[in-house]
Structure formats: C-alpha cells, structure tokens
C-alpha cells in the first residue's frame, strides 16, 4: 500500500478505530484536529474513488462511509493503541455531543439507528482501553436496547469489553462489572445461546475467592440461567444459596434472589408458594380489583396472574393480565419486551382451555411480533404452540389482525 497524504492519514486514522461507520457530516465533525473543510472534502472523496472508504447509502438517512475491511485491519495492526488514542478521543467526544443532545429520548422506543450512537460509543471506549467508561456506557444503554429488542448489539459491545478487560482484577476496578456480567448472561440465555451463558457464568465465578457478598449474585445469576431454560430444580437449588447466604450473614447489599427463586418455585408447580412472594403485602382481592393504593406494578399484576391461572383461577388472572400488558406498554426496563410477550403467551395459553382459537392466536402472534429475533427459542415454542391450533397448511393471521385483536381486548 502507497504513502496516504497528511489528511487522508487522519482520516482513516479515525475510521480505523471508530468502530462504526459515520454519515458526512457526522465525519467532518472531527476536522478540527487536522482536516479544515475543503481538504476534508477532497480527502474523503479521494479516498472513495481509491475505494478505501466504503459508502453505505441508507433510505431517508445521509449514507454512510466507512473504512474498507481490510484498510481498518492495516490500522489497527499498523498504529499502536497509543498512537491511535488521540483520534479515537475525538471520536467519543463527537459521540458525547450527539448523545448530550438525544439523551433525552433514550429509551426502548428509540429508533435503533438512534440507539447505535452509544454502543457505538462503548466500542470506542474499549478501543482507548477505557473500560471503566465503557461498562458506564453499557449500563446506561442496557434498558433501550435490550428492553428495545437490539439484544444481539448489546451482546456484541458486550463481548468486545469482556474480552478486553483482565478478570482478575475487573471486579475491584470496574464498579459495573457485576452488574453487566448479569444482564449479559440473560441476553446470552434469551438468545438461547446457553453455551456462552455458562462459560461467562463460571468465568465470573472463578473470580468469587469465597462465599462473600458477590456469591449471592451469582447465585441469581445462576439461578435466573436455569429458571429461563426450564431446569427449575436447578434454579431453586440456586436461589436457596443465595437467599440462605444472604439472611445468616446479614449483609446489606441490593443483591438477592428472592425474586428468582419464586419464579422457580411458580414453575416447578408450587404456584402458592410463589404468590405469597408475589403479592407483597396486598391481599390477591386486592390486586385483581386493583384497589387504591395497590401500585402500579405490571410485572406484579402478571406475576400473581400466572399463579392464578396455574392454581385454576383462570377469570381472575386475566384480570391479572390484562392490568399487567396495559402497564407493561409504558414499561421502560430492559425485561419489559420479554414480560409482554410472557403476558400474551399466557392469556393465549387461558383463551386455548377456553376454547376461544382466534383469541388464543391472536395473544400468540402478538407475543411472536413483540419478541422478534431476541428470543429465537421462545418463538419457537409459541409457533408450536399456534400449530396446534389448526390443521397444517391453514394461514396463519397476520400481524396488522392479531395486534387489531390484542388491542381490542386490552381496551375492555
């Protein structure tokens, strides 16, 4: 490869590391290092006819540009991190301006292309070594974009930053690092990728000397793993740890594994058991009539609906349920696209011993549009479920009627 003049070095220099590709404008940002305006322009558009730079045009949005595969590979093993720090520092503090303007929309609804902008920014920081910055930057995003159904992103930064940091030392240095190493291990178990979730978990594990304050995490860690996969005995075995440890040594820490372990203890078949956690300090009257004072809780009202229905109280609990999703829809955490599809799966699963086949497809179809490509194993079991609806080589109902149908009910 040729010499690259002075300002198409310093392009490419920041392409090299920007993990991502940037529109023209986003690009040009960055010129005040060392590109005024016009070389940039003449620069950037020398570097596409040599086609070193890469331009992805997008509907109804600038195109994008970014460095050819093998380009970026020649920086990356060409420059050392050190060399590199100072472009990739302006990168992030572009990105901080972008986010310091949109921070206010973040959320699941957020359009992913939106969303990107601070994955984007954790890619960074992991390519200048600031890993402390990027767990921050993980948290702050993990809601949007696990909770928006951009899970495989979430999993994808994750993986860089995990891959990046020395583990011996991650839990004393990174203030986040348990708490990210958890919500990967459920974007992990939600994917159905329960390989990468065991070798994370027993990864974190080796980094827990003793029975301490960070041992009841991963007893929940392990414990919510197992609950997700059906091995229910498992997960209580594990939650018990946790809660166990937990009340003999006192300890006060926002670690705990009670929630887990009533989930377990719902599903292995003790629904009674569970909702005498679920409820809290309401009485089940109380919550099917919604009465004053009871909070507004979706995953409360879906939780105790499910040990209704499991106990045979079917009437309540889709009263339950109906309260739960109509809640659940405003809902901003990162479990609230998987807690609406858990609701809809299981008022389909009533409609189905009612009798009722369109309800009960329609409850189906929806919670399949809603977990889309974030949980291939549970829609894989909703589709089996919706087979046994009808003969095979019946249409399915589309999305626009199953959703109309959903949205009729919740109305009452």
């Not at 992990?188 to 978990?201: K, P, R, S, Y």
């Not at 919510?224 to 996969?229: G, I, T």
Request: aromatic residues 10%.
């Amino acid at each position: 490869m040729g010499q690259i003049g002075p300002s198409r070095a310093d392009i490419t220099a920041v392409y090299g590391r920007g993990g991502k590709a940037g529109d023209r404008n986003h690009t040009s940002a960055f010129r005040g290092f060392a590109v005024e305006l016009q070389n940039f322009t003449k620069a950037l558009r020398s570097l596409i006819s040599l086609n070193l730079i890469v331009v992805k045009p997008e509907l109804d949005a600038p195109d994008l540009y970014d460095l050819h595969p093998l380009v970026r590979q020649f920086v990356r093993v060409r420059f050392e991190r050190s060399e590199r720090s100072d472009f990739i520092t302006i990168v992030i503090n572009q990105y901080k301006v972008i986010i310091s303007a949109i921070g206010s929309m973040l959320g699941v609804n957020l359009p992913f292309a939106l969303l990107e902008r601070w994955s984007q920014k954790a890619e960074l920081e992991v390519s200048a070594g600031l890993y402390n910055e990027a767990f921050e930057t993980l948290v702050e995003i993990e809601n949007a974009l696990i909770g928006g159904g951009h899970v495989q992103e979430y999993v994808r930064v994750g993986r860089l930053l995990f891959e990046s940091i020395e583990w011996e030392t991650a839990p004393a240095k990174y203030k986040q690092f348990d708490k990210v190493v958890g919500t990967m291990a459920v974007a992990f178990d939600q994917l159905g990728d329960f390989e990468a979730a065991d070798n994370l978990i027993s990864r974190y594990e080796a980094t827990i000397p003793q029975k301490t304050v960070r041992y009841i995490k991963l007893c929940d860690i392990r414990s919510y793993s197992y609950w997700v996969r059906g091995e229910f005995e498992l997960a209580i075995d594990w939650a018990t740890k946790g809660v166990a440890l937990k009340k003999d040594s006192h300890v006060d820490t926002t670690f705990d594994c009670d929630h887990t372990l009533a989930l377990a203890q719902r599903d292995s078949g003790n629904p009674s058991i569970a909702l005498e956690f679920f409820r809290k300090s309401w009485t089940v009257d109380e919550i099917v009539e919604s009465a004053d004072g009871v909070p507004e809780d979706g995953p409360m009202y879906g939780n105790v609906g499910r040990c209704l229905q499991m106990i045979g109280r079917a009437e309540e609990a889709l009263r339950c349920y109906r309260k739960s999703i109509e809640l659940l829809e405003i809902d901003s955490s990162f479990h609230s696209r998987s807690n609406r599809a858990y609701g809809r799966r299981w008022i389909g699963q009533i409609f189905v011993d009612l009798g009722d086949k369109t309800m009960a497809e329609a409850f189906f179809m929806d919670a399949i549009r809603i977990l889309g490509t974030a949980a291939p194993l549970r829609v894989r079991e909703i589709y089996a479920e919706v087979d046994n609806l009808h003969d095979s080589g019946v249409p399915l109902m589309s999305e626009a009627k199953s959703t109309a149908i959903v949205r009729e009910w919740m109305r009452g």
